[in-house]
């Protein structure tokens, strides 16, 4: 079983910053990739980015490409998603998700990942 709590959600004006950080407790945390999501309203839950277990290779959608940065410490048992050049579109319940399949890359699909945190809002305002 994995745990996973968000936080670093807030109100910002368009063009700020944001942290996002996801603390996971439970099985070991450097043997699975995690991703993170978001979730507008009436909208359906979208990939934002993903970190391999080691790192080393990361994946972010084409809309936050170059503004976002995630990263994982694993002496820590964190992942975070350092947000940049915020726009309104990018308002949204964020999440952060473990995918423990072995031997895969993270995917994009959020149906593939297997424990979820309880999301954390980002308003952005023009």
């Known amino acids: 079983q994995v745990q996973l709590v968000e936080s670093g959600g807030g109100l910002v004006q368009a063009g700020g910053s944001l942290r996002l950080s996801c603390a996971a407790s439970g099985r070991t945390f450097s043997s699975y990739s995690m991703g993170w999501f978001r979730q507008a309203p009436g909208k359906d839950r979208e990939f934002v980015a993903a970190?391999?277990?080691?790192?080393?290779?990361?994946y972010y959608a084409d809309s936050v490409k170059g503004r976002f940065t995630i990263s994982r410490d694993n002496a820590k048992n964190t992942v975070s998603l350092e947000m940049n050049s915020l726009k309104p579109e990018d308002t949204a319940v964020y999440y952060c998700?473990?995918?423990?399949?072995?031997?895969?890359?993270?995917?994009?699909?959020?149906?593939?990942?297997?424990?979820w945190g309880q999301g954390t809002q980002v308003t952005v305002s023009s």
């Open positions: 998700a473990a995918f423990t399949t072995a031997a895969m890359y993270p995917p994009p699909d959020p149906s593939l990942y297997d424990y």
């Open positions: 970190i391999t277990w080691s790192g080393r290779n990361t």
